[in-house]
């Protein structure tokens, strides 16, 4: 939230239209996690409009630099996922993402596998080193949170899954049970 407002703040001299758009998205950012927060799961159409306002004020602040490409099956979209757990990882991937001429190249992809929905978010950039992501489960805060909440509510054989992505970059996959139990 910091970011954008310091990204609306960055656009209001330059680029007033641009600066209103963003607000406009920020209260759309607002208004979702108001209509949520008394809301442990929304379906995964929410959720990717959500992070679709999220995208559109970190698109004004990147410019074309940002490029992001979406494949969600749509057998999933109707999917309840728990309420904001998608932000953290599209956050950490353009913050950690960026490949070294500040392009953010991300995908965002959701389908069934077998029993489970998977939504993985991947991004091209320097990627993370094997021993950092294998601390990502236990150290830090934001992806270490996503995890054990997903644990907790589905159990142990899902979660967040952070691996390499060939040939640079990282992968972020969400796996929750095609129906919640």
């Known amino acids: ?7 609306i703040a960055s656009l209001i001299s330059i680029n007033p239209p641009k600066a209103e758009e963003a607000v406009e998205r920020l209260g759309d950012i607002f208004r979702h996690a108001l209509s949520a927060s008394d809301k442990e799961f929304v379906i ?5 409009d959500f992070i679709d306002s999220y995208l559109e004020i970190e698109k004004a602040r990147f410019g074309d630099k940002l490029k992001v490409s ?11 996922i728990p309420n904001l757990i998608l932000q953290p990882l599209i956050e950490n991937s353009i913050k ?30 320097k990627g993370m080193p094997e021993e950092i992501r294998r601390g990502v489960y236990t150290n830090g805060t934001g992806l270490r949170n996503v995890n054990e909440r997903l644990k907790k509510i589905y159990g142990d054989d899902y979660g967040l899954e952070i691996r390499g992505n060939s040939p640079r970059g990282t992968i972020a996959i969400v796996t929750i049970p095609k129906e919640k139990k």
């Open 44 to 48: 995964l159409r929410e959720e990717l």
């Open 96 to 125: 950690h993402g960026s490949a070294e001429n500040g392009e953010v190249r991300m995908e965002i992809n959701g389908y069934i596998d077998g029993n489970s929905v998977k939504v993985e978010i991947k991004d091209e950039g």
């Open 70 to 80: 979406r494949d969600i099956s749509p057998e999933i979209l109707d999917t309840p």
């Open 1 to 7: 939230m910091f970011n954008s407002l310091n990204t």
